[in-house]
Every structure is written in structure tokens, then in C-alpha cells.
């Protein structure tokens, strides 16, 4: 098995977007984190979702 590579890990990329959003927001209190990820769907658009396939790899050719 090849090493864990974040790069070519999809989950990776939403993950890293979801804290900046965390961080941009502020949300220190488990209320404003509970607030913050009730957004998360509005967050990611469904072409956006598919790019993070296919950019590590995993989308059919």
C-alpha cells in the first residue's frame, strides 16, 4: 500500500475548507459551532464535491 497522502485524500480538501470557514466565522462556543456546521450544506455546491474527485484522482475517465 502506498503512504497516506492528505493530497489524494478528497475528504482532505472538504475538511480544509470546512475549518477556514470555522475560523473566518469564529466559532469558539459549542452553540456557534452547532450554528456553523447546521450551514456546512450551503458550504459545498455538488460540482464543487465532484472537482474534489477527480482532482485526487478517483473520478472514472
Do not use: Q, V
Amino acid at each position: 500500500m502506498p503512504p497516506y497522502s492528505p493530497d489524494l485524500n478528497p475528504i482532505e480538501m472538504a475538511f480544509s475548507k470546512l475549518t477556514a470557514h470555522l475560523r473566518r466565522i469564529g466559532a469558539r462556543s459549542f452553540n456557534a459551532l452547532f450554528h456553523a456546521l447546521s450551514e456546512i450544506c450551503g458550504l459545498y455546491t455538488p460540482d464543487e464535491c465532484w472537482n474534489y474527485f477527480c482532482e485526487a484522482g478517483y473520478a472514472p475517465s
